[in-house]
């Protein structure tokens, strides 16, 4: 299960555009699939190919949420711009103020997180 917004992964940002630009871009309306149960945008037909062809290695860790809160056992949802990729894992926090906080013991919050997920989805 995803995070989904308005039934958008990553709120319709380009997944694959965290890898491939550096930065998040917003996805077209045309080049989308459903996976996972969420819509997923994106910003070229070749990010689409490519996260179609391996999506785990695309999509943001802990379904999306939080990579914070998840790291305290909760959910929360996620801002596409507070965002970092961590040994080729894309990340996702709440807002900048907490991505913020989070960049403070990465390495800790991620193995917390691992620790509460997926059971988190189902307290």
């Not at 996805?27 to 990010?47: T, V």
């Not at 391996?54 to 379904?63: D, E, K, M, S």
């Not at 056992?73 to 711009?81: K, R, V």
Request: net charge negative; charged share 25%.
């Amino acid at each position: 299960m995803f995070y989904v917004d308005d039934g958008m992964a990553v709120s319709g940002y380009d997944a694959v555009s965290y890898f491939k630009a550096g930065a998040p871009e917003l996805g077209q309306p045309d080049i989308a699939l459903m996976w996972k149960g969420a819509i997923w945008r994106f910003a070229s037909e070749e990010n689409r190919d490519r996260f179609e062809r391996n999506p785990r290695a695309y999509a943001p860790q802990f379904g999306g949420y939080c990579a914070y809160a998840m790291a305290k056992g909760l959910l929360s949802s996620t801002d596409p711009m507070a965002w970092q990729i961590v040994d080729g894992r894309l990340y996702l926090t709440h807002s900048e103020a907490i991505e913020r906080i989070w960049e403070r013991d990465v390495t800790n919050y991620i193995r917390e997180a691992e620790g509460h997920w997926p059971a988190v989805l189902y307290q």
